[in-house]
């Protein structure tokens, strides 16, 4: 983010308390049916810890990672007595390497990773999903007020396209508008994606 120096997570965990789980995820949940129990689901970039607690709650067997040491710490607290299930990793998502899924997730995470690194952490992505499984993302479209921000990742519709080339299912959700972020108001541009790998 431009003029950003080291975020300050704790304080963006706290403002962000009890949150709901995002829309993309509740419209991959939707996707995933009912088959939760033994499921493994990967949580990129697991924040707060909301999306991974919820996973557990289903029934998944979660790998959750997060570069923050205050992610890893709030995620596996809330996990409670699912922390048996739970597996929490502090890591760059560039360096991860993403295990066999039926659902991946990654609610505002890829976007942080380098333009550099993006191609091959999306083709770990690929090459993890199981047959059948979903695949949840949100990306940054190319006129997010961010764009201009070297280390970050954006995407045209074009490249959402060929992104998800090969997957069933293919649901997109664009999203444009003016909305606080954390660091103040910012013009969003994002893509919000769920799709399915072929059986």
């Known amino acids: 983010m431009s003029g950003a120096g080291t975020p300050d997570w704790a304080g963006f ?3 962000r308390a009890g949150r709901p789980v995002r829309d993309l995820f509740v419209r991959a949940m939707d996707r995933f049916g009912n088959a939760w129990p033994g499921a493994v689901a ?4 697991c924040g707060d810890g909301t999306e991974t607690t919820a996973l557990l ?8 990672v997060d570069s923050s040491p205050e992610a890893i710490r709030r995620t596996t ?3 409670g ?16 390497a993403v295990p066999r899924a039926d ?8 976007p942080f990773c380098p333009p550099a690194d993006f191609p091959a952490l999306w083709t770990r992505i690929r090459a993890a999903l199981r047959p059948g499984a979903v695949l949840a993302v949100t990306l940054f479209g190319e006129r997010d007020s961010w764009a201009d921000s070297p280390g970050l990742t954006f995407v045209t519709a074009q490249r959402v396209d060929e992104l998800f080339a090969g997957l ?4 997109v959700v664009e999203e444009e508008n003016d909305r606080e972020a954390f660091t103040g108001p910012k013009h969003w541009h994002l893509f919000d994606v769920v799709a399915r790998q072929p059986r």
């Not at 709650?57 to 959750?64: L, R």
């Not at 659902?103 to 890829?110: I, K, N, R």
């Not at 069933?168 to 649901?171: E, G, I, P």
């Open 77 to 79: 607290a809330r996990a």
């Open 13 to 15: 965990y706290e403002s």
């Open 103 to 110: 659902l991946v997730y990654a609610g505002f995470s890829l």
């Open 81 to 96: 007595s699912n922390g048996g299930r739970l597996t929490a990793t502090e890591a760059e998502l560039q360096t991860y």
């Open 168 to 171: 069933d299912q293919v649901d």
């Open 57 to 64: 709650g289903a029934g998944f067997t979660v790998a959750a």
């Open 42 to 45: 990967v949580d990129l970039g």
